[in-house]
């Protein structure tokens, strides 16, 4: 205050953004002519200005999104900041999708980005590049670059968010690469046969080398001869067996003129 005039200025720096800070003061003012005095009540409100402007922890953003994913599925937070406290801390976010001729995407009012439109006719490696906007309420404002890469799975995700990544002939860049070395093998295999047998080589192989490898060894069969018995005991009943022969009368002579 002005000793003379009775001017109030503001002495120092005096932040409402700093939490605990109060908004109204409270003081006695005094005025005295040397030898009489008075004093009054003075009562101070400071207004709170928009003196900080919102800004995104990034310049740019690079989000990934599944094709199966359901509308409304959260795929990464592109949250801001802004220094003021109270009304002027408060912030909107909007996404400016006007190069997509779609708006795939939307944002909360707490900064996360999510799938606004089904994305099942993208095929894997789909590349979304759009721009994002914060603004308090005061007017001021940033702007970031995001970017939104969209990725294939084999199972579409329901109430479980366990994904796997895609087997060989599911990615397509492979099927592409693969169907190349498949026809360059074929050629390559029929161009060699066809050369093999302009030469004579195929010919050459099946006259001589073929019969050696699938020569068969013949076996030598051995004969073992087996040394006849001796009959003993000849004769000693009708039926009876006598050294491996059955006779069928106990007088052998009349049928046996051979002798053993």
Request: proline content about 2%; charged content about 15%.
């Amino acid at each position: 205050m002005d000793s003379s005039t009775g001017a109030v200025t503001l002495s120092g720096t005096y932040d409402l953004d700093v939490v605990g800070t109060a908004s109204v003061l409270t003081c006695i003012a005094t005025v005295s002519d040397g030898e009489l005095t008075d004093t009054s009540q003075l009562i101070v409100t400071i207004n709170d200005v928009n003196d900080h402007i919102p800004s995104f922890a990034h310049a740019s953003y690079t989000l990934y999104a599944t094709i199966y994913g359901n509308v409304g599925d959260t795929i990464g937070s592109i949250a801001a900041s802004d220094g003021d406290l109270g009304i002027y801390g408060a912030i909107s976010y909007t996404l400016d999708q006007t190069s997509l001729n779609e708006s795939y995407f939307g944002v909360t009012g707490t900064g996360n980005l999510y799938i606004n439109r089904f994305l099942t006719s993208f095929g894997d490696g789909t590349y979304f590049s759009f721009s994002a906007n914060v603004t308090d309420y005061g007017g001021l404002t940033d702007t970031a670059d995001i970017n939104v890469v969209v990725y294939a799975t084999t199972t579409v995700p329901t109430t479980s968010t366990t994904e796997r990544y895609a087997t060989f002939f599911e990615y397509p860049p492979n099927i592409a690469w693969f169907t190349v070395f498949c026809m360059t093998a074929v050629t390559a295999t029929a161009a060699f046969s066809y050369l093999a047998y302009a030469h004579g080589f195929l010919r050459q192989l099946t006259c001589e080398d073929l019969k050696s490898v699938f020569r068969v060894k013949k076996k030598r069969k051995i004969i073992k001869r087996r040394h006849r018995k001796k009959i003993r005991d000849v004769g000693h009943g009708l039926g009876e067996l006598h050294g491996g022969v059955r006779f069928a009368s106990t007088d052998i002579t009349k049928h046996i003129n051979t002798k053993i």
